[in-house]
């Protein structure tokens, strides 16, 4: 199953790039291959975590998919985790986490962010074609939503 994982220092607070990634809706503007995002369900547990039930269409070129996830966002813990319900993958499953470093200045806020995603295409001609294009995708994850982070919150 092909997977990715990567751990990034950010010149922005945990709380900032939680508030970034927990905003799904804003994704078709800065996510590699989001096309669309439509939250079906929006509810909160009685642990606070805030629960979604989203579809999200990815495309390139002439490919398109629609696949349906679940994403709790956990700002008690400052984790995001997105799990796979329907759609063209076996198995997907996203994990986000953002942990508050010590800045040498002062006034900097730093943060890690820690990322990892594992997935499986139920087809193999799908797999096949479109494989290396998410895999590649995937792996621009991490900078697309620091980038994102540095225009809406300013350069760390």
């Known amino acids: 199953m092909p997977a990715f994982r990567t751990s990034r220092r950010v010149r922005h607070s945990a709380a900032e790039m939680f508030d970034l990634v927990a905003d799904i809706e804003a994704y078709p503007g800065f996510v590699p291959l989001c096309k669309a995002l439509r939250i079906r369900r929006r509810s909160e547990d009685a642990e606070g975590r805030v629960i979604l039930i989203a ?18 966002c956990n700002r008690a ?16 499953e996203n994990h986000w986490s953002f942990t508050d470093q010590a800045s040498e200045e002062a006034q900097a806020p730093l943060c890690l962010v820690d990322f990892a995603i594992a997935y499986e295409f139920k087809s193999q001609m799908l797999a096949a074609l479109a494989g290396g294009v998410f895999d590649t995708a995937f792996r621009k994850f991490a900078s697309a939503f620091e980038q994102r982070a540095d225009a809406v919150y300013g350069r760390g």
Request: no cysteine; charged share 30%.
């Open 77 to 92: 813990k400052l984790t995001i985790l997105a799990e796979y319900i329907d759609g063209p993958f076996k198995s997907l």
């Open 55 to 72: 579809d999200m269409e990815v495309g390139y070129k002439a490919i398109r998919e629609r696949f349906t996830s679940k994403v709790t």
